[in-house]
T-cell receptor, first 111, second 114 residues
Framework: DQQVKQNSPSLSVQEGRISILNCDYTNSMFDYFLWYKKYPAEGPTFLISISSIKDKNEDGRFTVFLNKSAKHLSLHIVPSQPGDSAVYFCAAYHNTDKLIFGTGTRLQVFP | DTEVTQTPKHLVMGMTNKKSLKCEQHMGHRAMYWYKQKAKKPPELMFVYSYEKLSINESVPSRFSPECPNSSLLNLHLHALQPEDSALYLC?????????????FGDGTRLSIL
């Protein structure tokens, strides 16, 4: 049972445009969400997080939005750069200690 | 540069071999984790150590044996593995076990079982 879902396996965006990556979850007990970026042959790198008491968190080019009623979060990257090309995982904490990952979205930013 | 160091980067072993994966962090974190990631799948939690004590075992087969000798070091001892155990094994750490702090990952050990 996949509790964190990323329904788009891939996304292609032109450099300079906005990239929007989406994530849905099923467990209403999740209260802290994270986004990780993963390059080939490297481990996941933490990008940005959001607590369930907020609906938006911003860090430079990266903004995460949370819609609790819809059990949906999204990551916006503006402007997108070729170096952003990677696999992006959303994740949520379950019971404070277990991080549950989504299936990932491969982002490709082309010139 | 990752602050969680895993060795070796690659490991090929037979089903009767015994080997160990090593993970080290010097960030003063007191929570350490092992994850398994199969191709095109998300990382899946295997074990959680909190203050050098095993706090979570996600029903992992006994052929995987974790060890936390001190607060900076985490090992995963492997014995009699099966071909389906071939995967990327990721180590992570966080300041403490908490539902509101990110975990920091190493680059993983890619394990192949012959």
């Amino acid at each position: 049972d996949q509790q964190v879902k990323q329904n788009s396996p891939s996304l292609s965006v032109q450099e300079g445009r906005i990239s929007i990556l989406n994530c849905d979850y099923t467990n209403s007990m999740f209260d802290y969400f994270l986004w990780y970026k993963k390059y080939p042959a490297e481990g996941p790198t933490f990008l940005i997080s959001i607590s369930s008491i907020k609906d938006k968190n911003e860090d430079g080019r990266f903004t995460v939005f949370l819609n609790k009623s819809a059990k949906h979060l999204s990551l916006h990257i503006v402007p997108s750069q070729p170096g952003d090309s990677a696999v992006y995982f959303c994740a949520a904490y379950h019971n404070t200690d277990k991080l549950i990952f989504g299936t990932g979205t491969r982002l490709q930013v082309f010139p | 540069d990752t602050e969680v160091t895993q060795t070796p980067k690659h490991l090929v072993m037979g089903m009767t071999n015994k080997k160990s994966l090593k993970c080290e962090q010097h960030m003063g974190h007191r929570a350490m984790y092992w994850y398994k990631q199969k191709a095109k799948k998300p990382p899946e939690l295997m074990f959680v150590y909190s203050y050098e004590k095993l706090s979570i075992n996600e029903s992992v087969p006994s052929r995987f044996s974790p060890e936390c000798p001190n607060s900076s070091l985490l090992n995963l001892h492997l014995h009699a593995l099966q071909p389906e155990d071939s995967a990327l094994y990721l180590c992570a750490s966080s300041p403490v076990v908490s539902g509101s702090q990110p975990q920091h990952f190493g680059d993983g050990t890619r394990l192949s079982i012959l």
